[in-house]
């Protein structure tokens, strides 16, 4: 894990301006019933499926265990993951927690497909709902 870590950190510091010298997270990963109850702290919203997040406050890293580390999506979701830490790490200041979400998704998208040649094509309106404040 450490070495996949390290390769996604400097994949990222090559495709952004981020400092990446940092200290690796934890990376937790879960089934998908634990992974979501630990997100929503409550009840679970029956339509969730949620892949993975980064926690704030303890600064880890949690995924969805389902997928070998070898695997293109799970490595996908890592980096999506990682670049929230780095962002924190990076002190950057959001609006919103959801605006987090605007560069996450397309560098997961560029990285997917320059590395493992894996076209991933996310909703385009669900992107923009899920990475703005609502205001």
């Known amino acids: 894990m450490k070495e996949l870590l390290m390769t996604l950190m400097l994949w990222i510091g090559a495709n952004t301006n981020y400092n990446?010298?940092?200290s690796l997270p934890e990376i937790i990963r879960m089934?998908?019933?634990p992974l979501e109850y630990q997100y929503f702290?409550?009840?679970?919203?029956?339509?969730?499926?949620v892949h993975g997040f980064y926690n704030l406050k303890d600064k880890k890293i949690y995924i969805r265990g389902e997928y070998p580390l070898d695997h293109p999506w799970a490595q996908g979701l890592i980096l999506h993951e990682l670049l929230h830490y780095i962002q924190d790490m990076n002190n950057v200041r959001f609006?919103?927690?959801a605006e987090m979400e605007k560069e996450a998704w397309p560098l997961q998208q560029?990285?997917?497909?320059?590395?493992?040649?894996?076209d991933w094509q996310y909703d385009k309106l669900w992107y923009m709902t899920v990475s703005s404040c609502g205001y």
Do not use: G, I, N, Q
């Open 110 to 118: 560029k990285y997917l497909k320059e590395v493992h040649e894996f």
């Open 95 to 97: 609006e919103c927690v």
């Open 31 to 33: 089934d998908k019933a």
């Open 20 to 22: 990446v010298d940092l």
């Open 41 to 49: 702290k409550e009840e679970v919203p029956r339509d969730s499926d």
